[in-house]
């Protein structure tokens, strides 16, 4: 990777051989923090551009209990507005500026990934959720969806999932769910420790490369 620009409100990366193909990251409720960014360096690393926005102002919740407070207490209408503004800004970066986004979203940072790419299917090529869910309408989804689940989960439960399989596919849509045995809830973040699980983070991540590079290649 090449030059990062980390700033109050996004962290952006572009790779070494210049612009690549561009990939939204969205961070947990954990907020923007080392993990987060470690996404998008990765990404670079792979010649992507890639760009993740501070979902959370600034804010990284000491524990789940002051995560779930921040987001209780969070305008949903200004993330949004956050999250769309960052797919455009992303672009403007990107190797080819009039081309879809990418976008892998992370727990909280996933229902957003899957909301974009329904709010907005012309500009997402892609998304990848990990653990994370969504209840709307997919029927204006044109992007297909990477899914990595955790065996267990309290944040999202069977019936979720299973609402959220049977929406895809009743709008006919392109996607591919993997569960993850042993796991829970943010274990493909290092820093969510007692959760955090190497192994299954790393299938995860492969995956996560393999679909990219099908479906919104450098």
Known sequence: MSSAAPSGSAYLVQPDSGPGPAVLV???????????????????????????????GGVVPADADAARDRLAESDPNVTASLVLDSVVALRAHSAVPDEPVAVVGFSMGASWALWVATRQPSSVRAVVAYYGAQNIDFDTLAAPVLGHFAEHDPLVSE?????MQARLLLSDKHAEF????????????????????????QLAWSRTLNFLGEHHAV
């Not at 409720?29 to 959370?56: F, I, K, M, N, Q």
């Open 159 to 163: 019936d979720d999932l299973v609402e």
């Open 26 to 56: 969205l961070h947990s409720w954990w907020g923007l923090t080392d993990d987060a960014r470690s996404v998008v360096e990765a990404l670079a690393d792979r010649g992507y551009t890639a760009l993740a926005p501070d979902l959370c």
């Open 178 to 201: 993997h569960r993850y045995p042993g796991t829970s809830h943010w274990f493909a973040e290092s820093g969510a420790d007692a959760h955090h699980d190497p192994d299954a983070a």
